[in-house]
């Protein structure tokens, strides 16, 4: 299953990118198997975190999946997919973005990660993600904010909501 994750992962790769997302990506995050060194496992699951782009089928990327897991594996092999959702992605170039750029000092950028955002892809509405911090402290053991960051973040809130900022 691995190899076929890899595998599919290099057509990916290779594949034309989106001129601002750039290509998905896969990696393989979790393996199951086995009870002890000395002992051949009964069985093994292999998850994998797939980060889409718009265009990408789900189906034809699980079933490719299938086909080559089965090519290289003279075992019964079942794929899955757990969930799925659509990926987002919203032009950063919209007057209300520039006006928090402005605020925050930041630039808008678009980011290679999942976020929840996806859940307003094709709304009516423009959607940003903007946080304290970096990613480089999110979601690790020693995940962290620095008081600073919330500090300016809600000062940024303040302004866009239209309210002072010690109110």
Not at 44 to 68: H, K, M, N
Not at 87 to 102: G, I, K
Request: aromatic fraction near 8%.
């Amino acid at each position: 299953m691995i190899l076929a994750l890899e595998a599919e992962d290099e057509r990916i790769q290779a594949l034309p990118p989106h001129p601002e997302l750039g290509t998905s990506t896969m990696t393989v995050t979790i393996i199951h198997g086995g009870t002890g060194s000395n002992v051949v496992p009964d069985s093994c699951s292999v998850y994998a975190g797939w980060r889409s782009i718009p265009g990408d089928d789900v189906a034809e990327i699980t079933a490719r999946i299938q086909a080559l897991a089965e090519q290289s594996c003279p075992l019964p092999v079942a794929t899955k997919v757990l969930g799925s959702v659509e990926p987002f992605y919203q032009s950063p170039d919209t007057d209300w973005l520039r006006q928090l750029a402005e605020w925050s000092g930041q630039t808008p950028t678009i980011e290679p990660y999942a976020t929840n955002a996806w859940a307003h892809s094709g709304k009516p509405y423009e959607c940003v993600v903007l946080g304290p911090g970096s990613i480089e402290q999110a979601h690790r053991e020693t995940e962290w904010v620095d008081i600073a960051e919330l500090d300016k973040l809600a000062k940024i809130y303040a302004r866009w909501w239209g309210i002072p900022h010690n109110a």
